[in-house]
């Protein structure tokens, strides 16, 4: 079978190939006994009939467009067979029959799309700015001090008034204009003075109470509440203070320590929150760095996606979120108002999102073809071992994945552009600090 292919425009590439006219003779044959039980002609039973009845009777081409479709899938993969190396199919065929003769068989020509050409015109001496990673002792005592808050014990009092920090029980009713309102009233409603849990004034105007009190309370719903028919309104509660409970807090030493940890002492403790905090600095130093250097290489890469490409990463990013959507059967017209814009400026940004990730895809993978770099099958091995490494079933499903030549290729790309990164990574430069210098 003749085979050509030829680049167009963009990332067009047309396949030209044929069917022989021997197997296209084997075709019509094929197609003939696959619809005889469909046809009819008076004064023939259709087990009786033969390829030459019909075709003399509706023409010799009446099998050829159903042969040419039934050919055309086995011989589409046959061309496909001699695909050059370089060129990566990204879409789905489209095919055109060019001829159809008993002589010359079927010619057939297919559009597709392949991976676009990308140009990198620098990814060497890419800048940065270094994010600082100092940690401090204080950073070290309010990591204390949250935790500290978690283990706070609730202790009831009864011989002061309710403060700020307390935790009150609290029966409450809300009015408007002396009628009462729909969620406006609860019994045994727990309350830490000081969230701002409430509308404003409503805490503010506990405290000072004791337990056994009952009191209204004069409040003003914000302009912009969530339900309109309270918006903006004035609002009486009245309030019955059930409970005061105040918050004690452990002392932070080494028996606390011991409590919320391994260690026995609090310097132990506090040097492992210092190496936890300065690991964690490192982290988002290191994700800072490397965002800021994808961000200077996109700007040096060149690149045409056909709209395929784009259609589809679009339609990912939509199947991943509507999939984080859970039981919420959200619509992305509804998923847009919840973030609080339009479907159509919604879809806007997720085009401008799909190419900038393929762009910087692309670009990264450019790099990495650039310094030669290569995935070693040890390499692909230890990847997909990392990934199911938590899984019930870790080497059966590492067996699994690693039969499906797809799934291979996908995270050979990854690796790829891993290392695409890195090679960016190290050839880069930080950028100097400039000081401020004191005016005098």
């Known amino acids: 079978m003749s085979v050509t292919f030829e680049k167009k425009d963009g990332s067009k590439l047309e396949i030209l190939f044929s069917v022989s006219p021997e197997e296209f003779e084997k075709g019509i044959n094929d197609v003939f006994y696959k619809v005889r039980g469909r046809i009819n002609m008076p004064g023939f039973r259709q087990n009786k009939l033969t390829r030459k009845i019909v075709e003399m009777r509706y023409g010799k081409e009446y099998f050829y467009a159903e042969a040419a479709d039934d050919l055309l899938n086995a011989a589409y993969k046959k061309a496909l067979l001699e695909l050059p190396p370089e060129y990566k199919l990204v879409s789905r065929p489209e095919a055109d029959v060019l001829s159809i003769s008993a002589q010359e068989g079927v010619k057939?020509?297919?559009?597709?799309?392949?991976?676009?050409?990308?140009?990198?015109?620098?990814?060497?001496?890419?800048?940065?700015?270094?994010?600082?990673n100092v940690i401090t002792d204080a950073d070290v005592n309010n990591e204390l001090e949250m935790l500290a808050e978690k283990n706070v014990r609730l202790v009831t009092v009864s011989q002061r008034?309710?403060?700020?920090?307390?935790?009150?029980?609290?029966?409450?009713?809300?009015?408007v204009d002396g009628v009462p309102f729909e969620g406006g009233a609860d019994e045994n409603a727990t309350l830490s003075l000081g969230s701002q849990r409430f509308i404003p004034g409503f805490e503010e105007q506990i405290e000072g109470h004791e337990t056994g009190d009952e009191f209204t309370i004069d409040v003003k719903f914000p302009d912009e509440y969530h339900s309109e028919d309270l918006s903006g309104k004035a609002a009486q509660f009245k309030i019955k203070l059930n409970e005061i409970r105040e918050k004690v807090y452990p002392v932070i030493d080494d028996e606390f320590a011991q409590d919320v940890s391994d260690f026995d002492?609090?310097?132990?403790?506090?040097?492992?929150?210092?190496?936890?905090?300065?690991?964690?600095?490192?982290?988002?130093?290191?994700?800072?760095?490397?965002?800021?250097?994808?961000?200077?290489?996109?700007?040096?890469?060149?690149?045409?996606?056909?709209?395929?490409?784009?259609?589809?990463?679009?339609?990912?990013?939509?199947?991943?979120?509507?999939?984080?959507?859970?039981?919420?059967?959200?619509?992305?017209?509804?998923?847009?108002?919840?973030?609080?814009?339009?479907?159509?400026?919604?879809?806007?940004?997720?085009?401008?999102?799909?190419v900038r990730d393929l762009?910087?895809?692309?670009?990264?993978?450019?790099?990495?073809?650039?310094?030669?770099?290569?995935?070693?099958?040890?390499?692909?091995?230890?990847?997909?071992?990392?990934?199911?490494?938590?899984?019930?079933?870790?080497?059966?499903?590492?067996?699994?994945?690693l039969e499906s030549e797809q799934v291979r290729d996908f995270i050979k790309l990854d690796l790829l552009a891993e290392k695409g990164l890195n090679a960016i990574v190290s050839y880069s430069i930080e950028e100097e600090k400039v000081e401020e210098k004191e005016e005098l």
């Open 108 to 132: 057939y020509k297919v559009e597709v799309y392949i991976e676009p050409d990308v140009t990198v015109s620098e990814y060497k001496g890419l800048t940065y700015k270094n994010e600082e």
């Open 265 to 354: 002492t609090l310097q132990e403790y506090k040097d492992s929150i210092y190496n936890d905090l300065k690991l964690k600095a490192e982290i988002k130093a290191k994700q800072s760095k490397e965002a800021q250097l994808l961000e200077a290489l996109l700007k040096n890469v060149s690149v045409e996606f056909p709209e395929c490409m784009i259609d589809d990463a679009v339609a990912n990013k939509i199947e991943d979120i509507t999939q984080s959507f859970g039981s919420y059967k959200l619509s992305i017209e509804d998923y847009a108002k919840y973030i609080g814009t339009t479907e159509e400026e919604f879809m806007k940004s997720l085009r401008v999102s799909a």
């Open 161 to 175: 008034a309710a403060q700020k920090g307390d935790e009150v029980d609290i029966d409450y009713e809300g009015f």
């Open 359 to 401: 762009t910087a895809r692309r670009g990264l993978l450019k790099v990495a073809e650039l310094e030669n770099v290569t995935v070693s099958e040890d390499e692909l091995n230890q990847k997909v071992s990392d990934i199911f490494s938590k899984s019930a079933n870790p080497e059966e499903e590492v067996k699994k994945f």
